[in-house]
């Protein structure tokens, strides 16, 4: 007999009102959420109320308040210790992408210090050209950039019309790698970018191309796994997916192919080579306009809502639909239409305990995203590692493949039985308890 998992269920919660076209959230490892504004700046909400003096504000510096100013920001993994974070804004007056680190301030941490360090400039042909707009650091310590393919995204025109993500001339429609980690006001190439041999025309901060506006990307906190969400052009929107330790060089496969679907095959590689997406849906011409814009999400490693764990939250920004796929070990997924929806949702984030939180840009709301916190079967997987202090509930059974890593404190709890399968494991100077018993109160 196969058992599987029940599905989460999603809602919003209203987490916070106030923002004004919110872009970005993000955690610096503490109770505090960040959230920026598309106009210039980086706000914290702290107990439950937005701080009156924004965290950083360079709205002088960004070229259009309403559609083209901070679109994404990144705190270093030693943030705690060196105070850098980098943010991602639309220059003015050249319209360019920057990529700039900032620090806190020395003498107050709802502050930062205003001193600009420029570390890399793109350049666009184009005023109205896709941008991106994600920026992450990866389970290696480096910084991801992705970066848009330039092209205008106009519809019922050929997209990328100058080959631009297939170029490795060029820095649009890739994801770029970077080493940030010396305190020099400079970056590195690290060494496993794939495209350093000398005088061969490539930028050696490319790491993966074949994307054409991948406005959000994030790294599951567990597995280290590389999630993308990249806007389609007509036809299709796409989930991307790389496991933590695939190799450098990967080609999604814009404009060559659109998705699944083959786009324009002029001067492309072989398929075989080619990344092509986790999951796709139809978009604009493909579903009478109603989803044409995908927010990539994250992977929920929370610890109050067990049903949504391991599950990819993602959403579209015009339908606002929401969705929660699932890997499974076996190759195959499940991915589940919600039926909470929200006005124009345009990112997601993570608090420092790992729960999941998304922004409206048009009614600037913060919202915490919540599921069951006790569903009626769980299923835990290869793909389900813990790696912090956790609690699992389930009304009925909890089946585990997963494993539990050193120094971490985990309970299951069902009210049936619990069935540790083949593949569980515990490591060395882990606290593992299960317990028949009827779920706690929900949170």
Request: a neutral charge.
């Amino acid at each position: 007999m196969k058992i599987y998992a029940q599905s989460p269920v999603l809602s919003l919660e209203i987490y916070q009102t106030g923002l004004v076209r919110p872009t970005n959230i993000q955690s610096a490892g503490d109770s505090r959420l960040f959230v920026s504004e598309i106009g210039g700046k980086i706000k914290i909400i702290q107990n439950n109320s937005i701080l009156p003096t924004p965290f950083l504000d360079i709205s002088s510096k960004v070229e259009d308040p309403q559609w083209a100013g901070i679109n994404s920001f990144a705190f270093h993994p030693n943030y705690a210790q060196n105070g850098r974070f980098y943010v991602l804004y639309i220059r003015k007056p050249d319209n360019v992408v920057q990529l700039s680190q900032f620090r806190k301030s020395a003498g107050n941490a709802n502050l930062a210090d205003t001193t600009e360090t420029r570390l890399l400039t793109i350049p666009h042909v184009l005023n109205i050209g896709h941008r991106g707009g994600a920026i992450s650091f990866g389970a290696d310590g480096y910084l991801y950039i992705a970066t848009g393919d330039d092209a205008d995204g106009g519809r019922n025109i050929v997209g990328d019309p100058l080959n631009n993500a297939q170029n490795l001339a060029k820095l649009f429609g890739k994801v770029l790698r970077i080493d940030v980690n010396a305190n020099n006001n400079t970056y590195a190439i690290p060494p496993s970018n794939p495209y350093q041999m000398p005088n061969d025309g490539i930028r050696d901060e490319i790491w993966a191309r074949g994307l054409r506006n991948p406005w959000r990307m994030s790294f599951d906190r567990s597995t280290g796994d590389l999630w993308i969400g990249d806007n389609g052009q007509d036809g299709w929107e796409e989930i991307d997916f790389l496991a933590k330790n695939a190799p450098s060089g990967a080609n999604f496969g814009w404009r060559c192919y659109e998705g699944n679907h083959r786009y324009v095959q002029t001067v492309c590689e072989d398929s075989i080579t080619m990344t092509f997406p986790i999951h796709e849906y139809a978009g604009f011409t493909n579903n009478n306009g109603a989803g044409r814009s995908v927010i990539g999400g994250f992977v929920y490693r929370g610890q109050q809502f067990p049903a949504m764990y391991g599950h990819y939250i993602y959403a579209d920004y015009i339908s606002g639909n929401f969705w929660a796929l699932r890997r499974n070990p076996n190759g195959s997924y499940q991915n589940v239409a919600q039926s909470t929806t929200l006005s124009s949702p345009v990112t997601f984030g993570e608090d420092w305990q790992g729960e999941l939180y998304t922004a409206s840009f048009s009614n600037g709301n913060i919202y915490k995203i919540k599921a069951q916190s006790c569903p009626s079967s769980l299923t835990l997987t290869s793909f389900d590692p813990i790696t912090s202090n956790n609690t699992f509930n389930a009304g009925n059974s909890i089946n585990a493949t997963n494993s539990i890593a050193n120094a971490v404190n985990v309970t299951y709890t069902a009210g049936n039985s619990i069935e540790l399968k083949p593949g569980f494991t515990t490591a060395q100077g882990s606290i593992f308890n299960a317990k028949i018993s009827t779920c706690p109160t929900s949170p």
